[in-house]
């Protein structure tokens, strides 16, 4: 059984939906879900680059601030994911389902922000 600390589930809905997940979904799909989804967060940032660099030069270098570190990021995540000693890790996710969850949260959220702020910086050059 998982304890809450002080409450109960629903006083804190992410974290009951966590722990559903935790129970419910197999090893198996959680790991492909995060295997999967760290190639399309990459191939996300390579492109955001590849747009702020045709952008030309900007008040902020969008690049060197958030995409470069958000990429050295998923680098060392990947080079986790692939060690010897996280795939022999049983029950890495079962643990860390919430740990896993919040990588990609983070990286999703860095990625659509970009995606405003690429568009906001093309709006202001048309302009």
Known sequence: MLAFGAGDPGSNPGRARIISLERTLPIEMVDRVYKSALPRFRADLERLRKEFARLGPAKTNWIGVRIDPLL?????????????????????????????????????????????????????LRN
Not at 90 to 113: M, Q
């Open 72 to 124: 050295r990021h998923l680098d060392s995540l990947e080079q986790q994911l692939h060690s010897g000693e996280h795939s022999l890790e049983a029950s890495r996710l079962r643990k860390g389902v919430e740990l896993f969850h919040s990588d990609l949260v983070y990286l999703r959220v860095n990625v659509k922000g970009l995606e405003r702020v690429l568009e906001s910086e093309k709006k202001s």
